[in-house]
């Protein structure tokens, strides 16, 4: 087996249209949760998301074949793969035979929602063509790999929320076992009426910017964003002069077979992802310093992780840092496994814990210490970043300093 | 070792492996065409219209399933059933693997229709959860309680071929005992229509493919079976997401590494399934990887599997399981062979008179993603 390092990271988020600008805005506790202007929230339970302003991306070296009729998605994702590539040090990939792997989510759903309105309403002689070219989930991959023209395999892994996680759990996966040396893995959502109208109408959604782990939690917000990781065989990475910002030890995939929807109350489904996953890495449970949470804030999410997490970590628990982000960037769903990896591999590099967003009062069935509010300085040797999905698609993944 | 221990099957062809295998020794079968629209007439789409769950799904269960999930339970009780109520592997190692072209949209569509015409809080919340591509999936891993490694693989119509070379990886890994790997999609009205709209479908003025829906599942086992996956491999030539790739250099490339896996030469291949689904940009691509993959050596075809039954990511899972029961000795396909192929001397299945030992299946996503499985009678 090789050793998996992370050489690059890419993310887009409502925090900020790159990396650093995610990760310090993140660490001061500041949320990205606001308005909705995409589309008239009127209607709906909630008014609120974490939207990205796709209009100030930068694409400086996307050609303008890979950008024509990209989706909001795609362009995400773009911004977040040139970022990757140029932190790894990668001067020309152009045909590289790289895997892309990615989370694939609602992808171009938003710009097809306005040709389906159109052709739900006024029948079949509504015009359209253009915009319903990138519904289909893999076009963000596609997209990525024609920008830069690279001729590895390409998957992209529909999990819902666990689907980026997947990715990169996947991807390294890949080059542990000799069957690549550098792949791009991550993945990109964009928010759309669909997701906004099916999580309003299960009543998952706060009305208020999401509090994870908070007594006062009433659902999620959210979320929208892109995370691109390079993941690369170590030796390859040393030869070549880069930084290993973070190892990837290892990942855990179940499936709880429950509910479509509700998590599995008791925490034990979860639990043996997370075992899975200590197994794969070959560390122990005590060697786990800081996990960065699924953390939805809904009323069934957070109460289920945490015991799944005492059933693994006991009384311990109560001493590892826990937190979620989605108090800051919203529940990016599909796209949110692959942020949370990015960000803990941050956390790992710098040794600094993102803080939980939002939060102000314990609750006891959320027995953890969330980080509350403002980044904690701490090294950080193994980490854990969870990922619980609809369908009970769980994963979990395995991250250690470099 | 990967073995194909059972499979799953419902089609246009009808429910079970046993319809399949008597549609391929018509010559002249074909599904019927037609798929209605509210307003508009119908599509070309090759649909299931004998599919019924009853007796194999309780009707509790069946209603709170969509149509894919349906499709897809059925095909997996069928490919489960050789071992009866007691699996021979703990649940908790049994994954799904599967892959889809559409699963969910008409789900979406319902939600949407509601949005668009009555208003966000009249949008039906018991579609919400079958509108995420993975339901059928996941409602498969909830009905048989199976715990393993369940992932759904999106890569248009290459999807099914997908699905079955990363079931194969998780059980070469040790993250499984046994896996479904599976294609599945269904046939929606709006759906189709897009396609409509991108001049894809056949139609009498037109050459294009009918869409089609189904389910195929393969039941994989690291055990001794009669026919095995003895090689999987993947490329992708960078396309526009919506064309496939002009040159056949990525699925050569596919072919080779799938070959090279399972310690075989191109010359050892004796039956390729034609992934040729009436696009001519589909079968001049398949053409020249073909010639190029193989120089002269002719191996016998199976054609026509997507222009009898539909295109999909469930049909180049069919494809797989096609060639699973051609090797296994089970069905000697009397389909002629596409004509661009016949056109450079490949003969047919029942031309040819040695059975095959060795077969090549391959899938072609828009967008430039390819897909190669070598599977081989052991």
Known sequence: ?402 | MVGIGALGVVSAAGMGVASLKQALQQPHFQAPLGLSRPDGPPLPVVTCTGFDTKGILPPLVARRLDRPSRLLAVAAKEALAPWGPELPWPRDEVGVCAGTWNAGTDALVEILKAVFTAGPEEAPPMHFPNSVANAAASQLGILEKLGGPNLTFFEKQASGLRAIVEAARFLRSGRAQAMLACGVDEAQWLNAECFDRLRALRKPHRPGFPLGEGAAVLLLTPNPSPVVIAGTGAAALPTMPHRYPESPEALVAACHKALAQAGLAPAHVDLVVSLANGSPALSQLEEAALRKLLGSHRPAVVGSVVEKLGEGAFSSALRAAVAALVLGGEVKPQWPVPQHLQAHGFPSVAEVGQSPRTALVTAVAAGGACVAAVLAAS
């Open chain 1, 1 to 402: 087996m090789f050793s998996v390092v992370v050489t690059g990271v890419g993310m887009v988020t409502a925090l900020g249209l790159s990396r650093e600008a995610t990760w310090g805005a993140l660490n001061s506790g500041k949320t990205g949760i606001r308005p909705l202007t995409l589309f008239d929230p009127t209607g709906y339970r909630s008014q609120l998301a974490a939207q990205v302003d796709t209009s100030a991306l930068q694409l400086a070296t996307i050609g303008e074949k890979a950008r024509r009729h990209a989706c909001r998605a795609s362009l995400m994702a773009l911004a977040a793969a040139e970022e990757a590539l140029k932190q790894a040090g990668f001067d020309s990939v152009f045909g590289a035979p790289w895997p892309v792997i990615f989370g694939g989510g609602a992808a171009g759903l938003w710009e097809a929602e306005g040709f389906f309105a159109h052709r739900l309403t006024r029948g079949p002689q509504a015009r359209g063509l253009t915009q319903f070219l990138e519904v289909p989930q893999d076009v963000v991959a596609d997209r990525v790999a024609l920008a830069w023209r690279l001729t590895g395999e390409r998957t992209t892994i529909t999990t819902a929320c666990s689907s980026s996680a997947l990715a990169v759990g996947v991807g390294a996966e890949r080059i542990a076992r000799g069957d690549a040396e550098v792949v791009l893995a991550g993945g990109a959502d964009a928010l759309c009426r669909l997701t906004f109208a099916g999580f309003n109408s299960l009543r998952a959604m706060d009305t208020e910017p999401a509090k994870p782990f908070d007594r006062r939690r009433q659902g999620l917000s959210l979320g929208e964003g892109a995370a691109v990781l390079v993941l690369e065989e170590e030796n390859h990475a040393r030869r070549r002069g880069a930084t290993p910002l973070a190892r990837v030890l290892g990942y855990g995939v179940t499936n709880d077979a429950f509910h479509m929807t509700q998590p599995e109350p008791t925490g034990s489904a979860w639990a043996r992802t997370v075992r899975q996953a200590l197994e794969a890495a070959q560390v122990a449970a005590e060697d786990v310093d800081y996990i960065n949470a699924h953390g939805t804030a809904t009323e069934q999410n957070d109460p289920a992780e945490c015991a799944a997490y005492l059933q693994v970590f006991g009384e311990r628990l109560a001493r590892i840092p826990v937190s979620s982000v989605k108090g800051a960037i919203g529940h990016c769903l599909c796209a949110a496994g692959g942020i949370e990896a990015a960000i803990t591999v941050l956390a790992l590099y710098h040794g600094l814990l993102p803080p939980t967003a939002n939060f102000q009062e314990p609750d006891p069935a959320c027995p953890i210490d969330p980080i509350p509010n403002r980044a904690r300085k701490q090294p950080v040797e193994v980490a854990l970043s969870s990922s619980f999905a609809f369908g009970g698609n769980s994963a979990v993944l395995a991250l250690g300093r470099a």
